[in-house]
């Protein structure tokens, strides 16, 4: 505690930093500035953290600067990696699932450093693996399915065969399945269609979920936007909401963030009664990671003849990542992040309360799956 009793803010953990950088970097791309988004921050630092490990010289010191790694020595980092997807990052038969995967493909005539086939087991839960990049269609049908396996089918169809080529050195490629119900489920027959606002010239029509109930609720002026925090059942992870005022405040939006992370966002939230309506809706999408890492500085991995990778490869090499690919999907219902609607609360009805905030999500806005240690997913609907 502060003198004069004031209550300190703990410092915000390195994961939600980098969430923060990554969304801004991949938002510089101003076409998917204009589509729905959703990125994994916590899996491209994961599958990356992965390659740290094999990196050396300037390659590294790139690499431990734009994932925000700090200063800690590898091994540590393994470790804390390990730690953190042991505890956070657990499939469960009720509750949350959480599955983070990372693939990484090596041409078959590289041999892989043992000592990196070990770490990538034992700390990031994975193989490194040989493909015959040759075989266009055969690597592609192998890295499509351990895609698919690892989403419990809900993820697929990365790569095309195209992706393959003579020069192709190493692919990387991650991925994220999510799966929670919430802590206070909304009723289907309360569910109607509404209109959302795309632009100043169109709207669409939509299912809109309501309810009322006790949920952290905040205004910020500084953001110009209303935040709404949706818990998870038996769990620490909540899917926060930040809705511009204005109807086409997205941009504006995103940019603030530049100087608030996500912890900072969430802290302007208190619990209220609020009257909730939000739209169902579905979000999948394919990120190449090399621009967005590029833009937070991490380059040579990147680069052929300047890539140093000597903890990869067992034998001396200039190769750099030839693909890096993240793809994910997220259904948001009544039920929660689930494929499947579940068993739907009794409908009831909504009496008036002039006491009561109001939360309308009816226009683009940014959306996170989070808690204070790491940011699963973040992004933003603009179109359903």
């Known amino acids: 505690m502060a003198s004069g009793g004031t209550l300190l803010t703990p410092p915000t ?7 923060r950088n990554f969304l801004l970097a991949v ?5 998917l500035q204009a589509q729905n988004l959703i990125i994994s921050p916590a899996g491209a630092r994961s599958a990356l953290t992965l390659v740290f490990m094999g990196a050396g010289g300037k390659t590294a010191d790139e690499l431990r600067s734009g994932l925000m790694l700090g200063p800690a020595k590898k091994i540590a980092i393994a470790k804390q990696h390990a730690e953190f997807i042991s505890n956070d990052c657990v499939c469960n038969e009720k509750g949350v699932s959480i599955r983070l995967a990372t693939g990484l493909y090596v041409r078959h005539d590289q041999d892989v450093h043992p000592e990196f086939v070990a770490q990538a087991e034992e700390f990031f839960n994975t193989q490194a693996n040989t493909l015959n990049f040759v075989d266009a269609v055969g690597s592609m049908h192998q890295v499509n399915s351990w895609l698919q396996r690892q989403t419990f089918n809900t993820v697929c169809n990365l790569l095309t065969a195209d992706a393959f080529s003579l020069e192709s050195k190493i692919f990387l490629v991650n991925t994220l399945y999510f799966r ?7 009723s289907v027959q309360n569910t109607e269609l509404g209109d959302f606002t795309i632009s100043s010239a169109q709207k669409m029509q939509v299912p809109m979920m309501r309810q009322i109930g006790e949920f952290r609720f905040g205004e910020s002026k500084k953001m110009n936007a209303r935040i709404l925090q949706l818990p998870f059942e038996e769990s620490d992870l909540n899917l926060l909401l930040i809705v511009p005022l204005e109807e086409m405040g997205i941009s504006k939006l ?3 963030l530049e100087k608030m992370d ?3 966002v969430a802290l302007k939230s208190v619990m209220h009664e609020v009257d909730v309506t939000v739209p169902r809706f579905k979000i999948e999408c394919d990120v190449d990671l ?11 991995v990147f680069t052929n003849a300047v890539a140093e990778l000597p903890g990869l490869f067992a034998k001396k090499s200039t190769h750099a990542i030839t693909e890096a690919r993240q793809k994910l999907f997220l259904s948001v219902n009544e039920a929660g992040c689930v494929v499947d609607d579940g068993e739907s609360p009794k409908v009831r009805t909504f009496k008036a309360n002039p006491e009561r905030k109001v939360f309308v999500a009816n226009h683009p806005f940014v959306f996170a799956i989070r808690n204070n240690k ?3 997913f973040v992004g933003h609907f603009v179109r359903p």
């Open 374 to 376: 790491a940011v699963y």
């Open 27 to 31: 938002n510089k791309n101003k076409e």
């Open 290 to 300: 090399k621009k967005p890492l590029q833009n937070l500085g991490v380059n040579r």
């Open 180 to 186: 929670a119900r919430w802590a206070k489920s909304f």
């Open 254 to 256: 995103v940019s603030k």
């Open 13 to 19: 953990p390195n994961q939600i930093l980098f969430a």
């Open 262 to 264: 996500l912890n900072e």
